[in-house]
T-cell receptor, first 115, second 111 residues
Framework: AQSVTQLDSQVPVFEEAPVELRCNYS??????LFWYVQYPNQGLQLLLK??????LVKGINGFEAEFNKSQTSFHLRKPSVHISDTAEYFC?????????????FGAGTRLAVHP | DTGVSQNPRHKITKRGQNVTFRCDPI?????LYWYRQTLGQGPEFLTY????????KSRLLSDRFSAERPKGSFSTLEIQRTEQGDSAMYLC?????????FGPGTRLTVL
């Protein structure tokens, strides 16, 4: 079975400061990892994904994440946040078993960027 | 690529009524997924279709829930005899390879 733990339910940060949103996963098989962002009353938008290859992946809006297999982590980072980054961020994992993606999500981290 | 669309965006109903939601996936995507998201939580998998075949259903999907994808294109999710605990955001996603793209969701409120 797979699971995802997002270690912080809320992260307050000032504008232009760096931010890290933490995600740990557990899985008995090789995984694909994703970060999605959700703005109020909207669906989920893909930020970035790790499938294979380089462990540092870059996504949209200046976000990046690093896959660490030994620590089973996939933390999301941004060097300088904007007010518009205020949203809910979800980490998700899938083992792509059976030929399809059943995503397992964490509980989410609410990023609040203050001026 | 017009994205995944869902209708309606909001639905308010009284307990005991039936409701039906529709999802139109990205046209070339053969896989379609339904998730449920309650307040303050991440989405939880409900069911999955490959073309018209429903290949997996979560234990979350009680007998009151039914989903169809009759021609392998759009899908419907029906909830019969709604309960207040069914209040949630219902999300649809589709993919062809390795990445799911989500629709805007249908927010259900059961009074």
């Amino acid at each position: 079975a797979q699971s995802v733990t997002q270690l912080d339910s809320q992260v307050p940060v000032f504008e232009e400061a760096p931010v890290e949103l933490r995600c740990n996963y557990s899985s008995s098989v090789s995984v694909y990892l994703f970060w999605y962002v959700q703005y109020p009353n909207q669906g989920l938008q893909l930020l970035l994904k790790y499938l294979s290859g380089s462990t540092l992946v870059k996504g949209i809006n200046g976000f990046e994440a690093e896959f660490n297999k030994s620590q089973t982590s996939f933390h999301l980072r941004k060097p300088s946040v904007h007010i518009s980054d205020t949203a809910e961020y979800f980490c998700a994992v899938t083992g792509f078993s059976g030929g399809y993606n059943k995503l397992i999500f964490g509980a989410g981290t609410r990023l609040a960027v203050h001026p | 690529d017009t994205g995944v669309s869902q209708n309606p965006r909001h639905k308010i109903t009284k307990r005991g009524q039936n409701v039906t939601f529709r999802c139109d996936p990205i046209s070339e995507h053969n896989r379609l997924y339904w998730y449920r998201q309650t307040l303050g939580q991440g989405p939880e998998f409900l069911t999955y279709f490959q073309n018209e075949a429903q290949l997996e259903k979560s234990r979350l999907l009680s007998d009151r829930f039914s989903a169809e994808r009759p021609k392998g294109s759009f899908s419907t999710l029906e909830i019969q005899r709604t309960e207040q605990g069914d209040s949630a955001m219902y999300l649809c996603a589709s993919d062809r390879w390795d990445t799911q793209y989500f629709g805007p969701g249908t927010r259900l409120t059961v009074l």
